[in-house]
């Protein structure tokens, strides 16, 4: 690109930015809380089915392979016993000592995580008799999980191999039962204007910090995984482990729960029915952790809401539809997802290039983070990173946007960077000084720096001294790169650059959609 | 080996009938390690393998030993289909026996929802592998029900069934266990569960009474997919014409693939 273009293109963003929210009639409205409305009469008949109907999960030799990464296989264990006992304390009427009792028990299990991962029935018995549908639903997403992350965790399967296996994990699922979870992307702020929305956070806010810290586990344990080796993961759940245990886990000043395109962007594009169904499990138990905390409700209404929530998530509820596909009239059937980004549905205020993130504020997330050119589509083409720390992870163009980035934010980070090799991601984690490490040999990376506009031409990683000269070759014409020498992880980690030319905040309706006056936004 | 020797080594190694259950600590088959099951099957397409030894100390006889191995496999939802065999030194001053082949079906009706128990049967078939010997069908109720919270209990009504009686043999004789479940370490430990069991049992033979036995066991899991399981046993009271065993002691490993 030249000169003219790239300045071009550089306004081109900046305006279109600043416009975002310029025209009245694309200025998103907040979605009113909705009215009580009950379940449809017909529901599906296995919700009325009384038997268990168990069906056992895909055989696979990576089958809780997740034990080679003992302390996350340990991390999720205790969540499974921290789901379970907060739902058996609601319904035996230890509602009141939620926040006390309960949470104490749940934080000593969280703080000695059990060995073996416990059944949950078990845990929660009268939870699971008095809402056996229920527990249909969220047994067998959580068999989805569970083996997804086995087949990241296992050390025997390729790359390749690994993608394929979880393909046939997301059809042995959606195809086996009548109860899998709608891997469309659903209109979370609809979902969450609920009449009982937001009640157990209100009520609770120490305990649905927990669920939600367990949330954010279940969705960053992904990119963690993905495309690393088992050492690397090893050493990267170091860091998110410690973030999870220490910070995620007890922060109740979150605005919405983690989603999993922000916390695992790259398994998200890659997978976005299984990152949406996941989201949509998620908001399921956020539903009913409302519902059974609305002090409005009797136990009837409960019951039937109750019944409703699942229903609202269903794939059969939503069979027909597509992504991107829009009832205007009802936003249960908005299945309209971020631009560049199918793995996530619309958050409150959202536009598809728009989406308010805490403690970054309005984003465009088909943006690079740090210098907002436009990112890549996929990373085949050996152009993205994303940067991990403090909690959040932010997609970013190039790797010298990745490393400044992450030098911007206290503590350790983990970037992961596209190589030339499709398969190959480079990891780099780094210590509380910034210094950053790499299992995998003698990286090598380009850095020219010059315009933000074509960053990822002039600032890459490879996996070998011969992949650089080749690149270097290819490029041959492009005057930006000659003489550009090969950079050693050391001494591409003492280097920062200049702040972007091409930055640009983008601005939205409102300053925080989520602290709108409760008058004000419903 | 007469039918009183095979009932009473059933009742020593796979108690009631050949099935089992899936493999988790609080799912409970008979056999492992006491004689009563709860009303879940395996789940639909799991494979399932029991192995058990157990040791009697009978009153009037000498020291015995049998073993049960067995196969189990999710066929249908909420069903599960079994193949066993159960081989055996001792007790009557023999040597070793192979036993018979356990076929078994079990079938869950409903799980627990609400107040409603859970509701399952099964049907077993002993086929002797020596001569001489009758089959035997195995039939059994079971119900299982919530106590308090994590306490369950479970009702087994047996039947066994004699199609061709030898003289001075019953065609069928009845047995009844009332089961208790409770897991154990609550909240602190999630892998163990402890069992108790009371148990009635009619004798074999024309004219025999009821035996009462009592049992305490403990399942604990110690893999992802692996079991290992302990148990005792004794009677209490015989009625009149039965050998009474004053303690037995029961060990085995379930795993599932």
């Excluded at chain 1, 949330?215 to 860091?239: F, I, S």
């Excluded at chain 2, 001569?131 to 994590?150: D, P, W």
Aim: with cysteine; net charge negative.
């Amino acid at each position: 690109m030249n000169w003219t273009a790239t300045t071009c293109a550089a306004l081109a963003l900046v305006s279109a930015a600043g416009l975002a929210f310029s025209q009245e009639e694309e200025t998103p409205k907040p979605i009113p809380r909705q009215a009580l409305e009950p379940p449809p009469k017909e529901l599906p008949r296995w919700m009325r089915d009384p038997r268990l109907g168990e069906i056992y999960p895909r055989r696979g030799r990576y089958n809780f392979d997740v034990y080679r990464i003992e302390p996350l296989a340990r991390d999720l264990n205790a969540i499974a016993v921290g789901h379970s006992m907060v739902y058996e304390a609601i319904v035996t009427g230890g509602a009141e000592r939620l926040e006390t009792q309960t949470y104490a028990i749940v934080d000593r299990v969280l703080r000695h995580p059990p060995k073996l991962m416990p059944a949950e029935r078990s845990i929660s018995p009268t939870f699971g008799r008095k809402y056996a549908f229920l527990e249909k639903v969220f047994d067998w997403t959580h068999v989805l999980h569970a083996q997804t992350v086995d087949v990241l965790a296992s050390p025997r399967m390729t790359h390749a191999e690994k993608d394929a296996e979880i393909e046939a994990l997301w059809n042995f699922y959606f195809d086996s039962v009548p109860y899998a979870i709608t891997p469309l992307p659903m209109n979370m702020e609809y979902l969450d204007a609920q009449s009982y929305s937001g009640a157990f956070r209100k009520r609770y806010p120490k305990v649905n910090g927990l669920f939600w810290g367990y949330h954010w586990l279940q969705g960053a344990m992904y990119d963690m995984l993905y495309g690393a080796t088992p050492l690397e993961q090893r050493l990267q759940y170091e860091v998110v482990g410690e973030q999870y245990r220490t910070v995620e886990l007890y922060r109740t000043d979150r605005d919405f729960m983690p989603m999993f395109a922000d916390t695992s962007p790259q398994f998200a594009r890659r997978f976005p029915k299984i990152a949406n169904a996941f989201d949509n499990l998620h908001m399921l138990h956020d539903l009913v952790n409302d519902i059974l905390a609305d002090p409005t409700l009797g136990e009837l209404e409960r019951d039937r809401q109750i019944q409703r929530a699942v229903w609202m998530i269903l794939a059969s509820t939503h069979a027909h539809e597509s992504p991107m596909e829009r009832d205007p009239h009802n936003a249960l059937h908005d299945h309209r997802h971020f631009e560049g980004l199918p793995g996530m549905g619309m958050m409150k205020m959202s536009t598809p290039e728009l989406m308010y993130m805490q403690g970054f504020g309005w984003m465009n997330l088909t943006e690079c983070a740090h210098c907002s050119v436009r990112l890549p589509e996929d990373w085949s083409e050996g152009v993205g990173a994303t940067v991990s720390a403090q909690g959040w992870t932010m997609n970013v163009r190039c790797v010298l946007c990745a490393r400044d980035m992450a030098a911007e934010t206290p503590g350790r980070a983990i970037l992961r960077i596209a190589t030339e090799d499709p398969t190959q991601i480079l990891i780099l984690i780094s210590d509380e000084e910034g210094h950053w490490s790499s299992v995998r040999k003698d990286p090598v990376f380009l850095e020219v720096e010059g315009s933000h506009a074509d960053c990822s031409d002039w600032s890459r990683a490879f996996t070998s001294r011969a992949a650089f000269d080749a690149y270097l070759k290819a490029n041959a014409d492009n005057p930006d790169l000659k003489g550009a020498k090969p950079l050693t992880l050391e001494e591409w980690s003492e280097r920062e650059g200049k702040k972007p030319d091409t930055y640009a905040r983008p601005k939205g309706p409102v300053p925080n959609p989520y602290r709108i006056e409760e008058g004000e936004a419903r | 080996m007469t039918r009183s020797l095979r009932i009473g080594l059933a009742a020593l190694t796979l108690a009631s009938g050949p099935l089992g259950l899936a493999v988790d600590h609080d799912n409970l088959g008979a056999g492992r390690p006491l004689r009563f099951d709860d009303a879940e099957s395996l789940s639909f397409r799991e494979m399932a393998v029991e192995f058990g030894v157990v040791g009697e100390f009978p009153r009037r006889r000498t020291f015995g030993l049998g073993a049960a191995l067995e196969f189990q496999y999710g066929v249908l939802p909420d069903s599960h289909l079994s193949i066993g065999v159960e081989p055996h030194w001792g007790g009557h001053g023999e040597s070793f026996e192979f036993g018979a082949i356990e076929l078994g079906f079990f079938h869950s009706f409903r799980q627990e929802i609400r107040n409603h128990p859970a509701v399952a049967a099964k049907v077993g078939l002993s086929q002797p592998t020596e001569r001489g010997e009758s089959t035997l069908l195995h039939l059994r109720g079971i119900v299982t029900k919530t106590g308090r919270q994590y306490d369950r209990w479970h009702l087994n009504l047996d039947a066994e069934i004699l199609p061709d009686p030898k003289p001075g043999e019953r065609r069928a004789r009845y047995g009844a266990i009332l089961g208790a479940s409770l897991p154990l370490g609550y909240p602190r430990s999630f892998d163990t569960t402890g069992l108790a069991e009371l148990a009635f049992q009619q004798g074999p033979l024309d004219g025999q009474g009821w035996t009462l036995s009592a049992g305490l066991g403990l399942r604990r899991q110690i893999t992802p997919r692996a079991v290992i399981d302990f148990g005792i046993q004794s009677d209490l009271a015989t009625g009149r014409g039965m050998d009474s065993v004053p303690f037995r002691f029961l060990a085995g490993y379930s795993t599932n693939f």
